[in-house]
Each structure stands twice: as structure tokens, then as C-alpha cells.
């Protein structure tokens, strides 16, 4: 037994309003088959509707409709809302000859299911890795670990920037303790702007 209730909006959400503009009876359809090869219930409910469809009694028709419906958009089932949009609540709904509930009917309604699914976003960060079958008799020999400025987003100039950079700076640190004389003993291979602050007793010395 299915119990009658008013159709009116609930306290928790706005009123899911149905409309033949949303969708078109083919798309409606092709989203019907798509999803009832994943969705047992929904598989048995398009069964039930062919097969109604077949006898004739009664008459069926699929109606869609949403809780936001903003001029020029269309089902959410169907068609991605734009960058930013809020959710959407979308029903797919099995009627009597097309009829479609308004506001304010006393209406049956019984649910064969339900899903959430998430809205994507048109950009995200992501990471590429890749394998390099490098000689069997070495392991690798460097690993560059890098971040990115806090008010700069990864890119691929970014990070082609920061590979010329280290390379620069690899030329530049190529030198041998003897080549630093006293300083070989405090930094071994490392040249860095600025000044160098000597140990007690020597002169500064600009690196």
C-alpha cells in the first residue's frame, strides 16, 4: 500500500518542479538505458514501463524535473551544470498518460531509488609519473625535490624554470674541496649567493 500525501516543498529542500523542456523523451530514454546496466532497481523499472508500454494499460510516460531550475540550463542528469553551479536534486519519474504533479496534488509516490553523484570541476591538479629502465649496474643518481611559491601554481614553465635553475646551479657547485681552499673544510660543495661568514679568525669572503 502506498499512502496519498500533498505534493508541496519540505522543509529541507525547495520544490522539485517537472518540466518537458529539461530533457527531451530521447535523452530521457538513452539515460534510462545507460544507467539500468548499473542500477538493478532502475532496470526492473524500465522493464516494468516497456512492458506496460506493450499492453497498453495502463499508458506510462517518464517526466523529469528539478529543485533549481535556472533559465537556459538543462536535466543535470544530462547535462553538466556550469562551473560553480550549486547541487541540483533531479527525479525521474514514472507517471499516468504524462500527467506531472503540481504543487498543492495529492499524489502517490512510491521510490525505486536514489544516488548522489558528484558535480566535476573543469580543472584540477594532478601529477604525472613515469618509469625510466635505467642501467641495471647503477641506481639513479639524483632525485630533484621541488615546491612550488605559495603565490604561484604549478605549470609547465614552472617547473621547466626549476629544472634550468638546479642545472645552473649543479655547474656552479661543481668544484673539489681543494679548489675552496680553508673554506673546503665548512662547505664542501655548496656555493650560494651572499655572503659567506668566515670562521673565527678569517676574512670574510663573498661567494
Known amino acids: 500500500m502506498v499512502p496519498e500525501v500533498t505534493y508541496s516543498a519540505s522543509s529541507a529542500g525547495a520544490l522539485v518542479r517537472f518540466s518537458a523542456g ?7 530514454d538513452d539515460w534510462l538505458d545507460a544507467v539500468a546496466h548499473v542500477r538493478p532497481d532502475v532496470a526492473r523499472l524500465s522493464g516494468a514501463l516497456m512492458l506496460s508500454n ?6 506510462s510516460a517518464v517526466a523529469v524535473g528539478q529543485d533549481v531550475v535556472v533559465p537556459g540550463e538543462r536535466w543535470a542528469a544530462t547535462h553538466l551544470p556550469p562551473p560553480g553551479a550549486a547541487g541540483r536534486v533531479s527525479v525521474c519519474a514514472a507517471t499516468v498518460d504524462g500527467w506531472i504533479p503540481r504543487e498543492g496534488d495529492e499524489v502517490c509516490v512510491l521510490i525505486i531509488d536514489a544516488w548522489s553523484e558528484q558535480i566535476p570541476r573543469t580543472d584540477a591538479v594532478t601529477g604525472v609519473a613515469f618509469h625510466y629502465d635505467a642501467p641495471s649496474n647503477r641506481p639513479p643518481q ?4 621541488a615546491t612550488a611559491p605559495a603565490d604561484q601554481p604549478w ?4 617547473i621547466a624554470d626549476m629544472v634550468l635553475d638546479t642545472v645552473d646551479w649543479a655547474r656552479k657547485r661543481m668544484v673539489a674541496p681543494e679548489d675552496l681552499g680553508d673554506w673546503g673544510h665548512g662547505i664542501p660543495t655548496s656555493v650560494v649567493p651572499g655572503v659567506v661568514t668566515p670562521w673565527p679568525g678569517e676574512e670574510e669572503s663573498e661567494s
Do not use: C, R
Open 54 to 59: 506493450l499492453a497498453g494499460v495502463p499508458a
Open 155 to 158: 605549470s609547465m614553465g614552472l
Open 22 to 28: 529539461l530533457a527531451s523523451s530521447d535523452e530521457i
Open 142 to 145: 639524483s632525485w630533484l625535490l
